[in-house]
């Protein structure tokens, strides 16, 4: 999973949770209950368990590169892309 589609995805959910059309259909079987799923609180969990080293959340992935790979792109305008930094 990446950490912002999660974070966007769950929002949309629990907005949708909210409305009289989901909870009519969640009562006649058309949805199913996901208050009851673990889904929602695997996506909080991830979401909330995947900061990086310095404390803050990067926009894809904890940071497994290095520094020197900046180097790597010669352009100063593509500069600090190659590592997601918080």
Request: aromatic fraction near 10%.
């Amino acid at each position: 999973p990446i950490s912002d589609c999660t974070g966007e995805g769950l929002k949309g959910v629990m907005i949708l949770l909210k409305s009289k059309y989901v909870h009519e259909a969640i009562k006649s079987g058309d949805l199913r209950d996901i208050n009851q799923s673990e889904s929602i609180a695997g996506c909080g969990n991830y979401n909330i368990d995947s900061p990086k080293e310095d404390g803050g959340w990067s926009a894809y992935e904890n940071n497994r590169g290095f520094g020197w790979y900046e180097h790597l792109i010669p352009s100063e305008v593509f500069g600090d892309i190659m590592i997601d930094y918080s």
